[in-house]
């Protein structure tokens, strides 16, 4: 009988944490990516959209903020570019809201219902394979976690786009 008392005693101390993980478990946001238009030419430049729909009660980081040590800015990264097509400046967030964090001790910007990031790319052939990711953070007031979303085009035209971790 003292086994079992033992037993009972630690598989409750096992499911207490998990489930309560699965409590606070946070589902990354859902992404979509539209380009400015689709009739394009070579050497013309587009604007891409990446339009996330944050899920209730999470909050993502915008792709620029002044932190010394914080969380992680959103961030495009593309896998060819080159002759194809060529990224232009750095990614831009658009409808952030600046708020100081306590916990870091700075101003931080991130989006709440929707995150608006927009990339400038010329495309030099109107084919052009474009892929990439987009890397961001999501956090509850509890936890945050790193999520990616993969994207693949090909011109103006979207192939893929896989939401997840």
């Known amino acids: 009988m003292e086994k079992f008392k033992v037993k009972v005693i630690m598989a409750m101390f096992y499911l207490i944490p998990v489930l309560s993980s699965h409590a606070q478990e946070l589902?990354?946001?859902?992404?979509?990516?539209?380009?400015?238009?689709?009739?394009?030419?070579?050497?013309?430049t587009v604007t891409l959209y990446f339009i996330g729909k944050i899920p209730e009660n999470q909050g993502v980081y915008s792709t620029k903020f002044e932190c010394d040590y914080g969380p992680s800015a959103a961030r495009v990264i593309?896998?060819?570019?080159?002759?194809?097509?060529?990224?232009?400046?750095?990614?831009?967030?658009?409808?952030?809201?600046?708020?100081f964090d306590d916990i870091f001790g700075c101003t931080l910007k991130k989006f709440k219902k929707v995150a608006i990031i927009k990339?400038?790319?010329?495309?030099?052939?109107?084919?052009?394979?474009?892929?990439?990711?987009?890397?961001y953070q999501a956090c509850t007031n509890e936890m945050c976690l790193q999520y990616y979303m993969y994207f693949e085009t090909k011109g103006t035209r979207v192939l893929k786009v896989e939401n997840g971790k």
């Not at 589902?27 to 013309?44: C, L, Q």
């Not at 990339?119 to 890397?135: D, F, P, R, T």
């Open 27 to 44: 589902k990354p946001s859902n992404w979509e990516i539209k380009f400015s238009r689709t009739g394009v030419a070579e050497n013309d």
């Open 78 to 99: 593309f896998e060819n570019p080159g002759k194809n097509y060529t990224v232009i400046d750095s990614s831009v967030s658009v409808g952030d809201v600046a708020e």
């Open 119 to 135: 990339q400038i790319i010329k495309i030099s052939n109107k084919k052009a394979l474009i892929k990439g990711k987009l890397e």
